[in-house]
């Protein structure tokens, strides 16, 4: 059987495969070089408590799909 051209895929495509083939070593490593390439990363350094969070109001942004996780501040 011929593997498919991951190059070619999109990151979308490559993380689909990649899910129904987790034993695909290739398929996984060229996945995650796509998504380092792609640069998207929101960068910080690590938390000590769920309260440090509120310092970075993109992170939580990016990962709340719109709900609001912030504490109301009556």
């Known amino acids: ?5 991951f190059q070619a895929m999109s990151a979308k495509e ?3 495969y990649v899910l129904s083939h ?4 290739e398929a996984f490593y060229t996945y995650v070089d796509k ?3 792609e ?10 408590s769920v309260d440090d969070l ?3 109001p ?5 990962f709340s799909n719109g709900k609001n996780l912030y504490k109301s501040e009556e």
Do not use: C, H, I, T
């Open 54 to 56: 509120m310092n970075y």
């Open 35 to 37: 998504l380092n390439a």
């Open 1 to 5: 059987m011929k593997k498919p051209n």
């Open 22 to 25: 987790r034993d695909d070593k």
């Open 14 to 16: 490559l993380r689909a």
């Open 58 to 62: 993109d992170f939580v942004q990016r």
């Open 39 to 48: 640069g998207n990363w929101v960068e910080m350094p690590p938390s000590e």
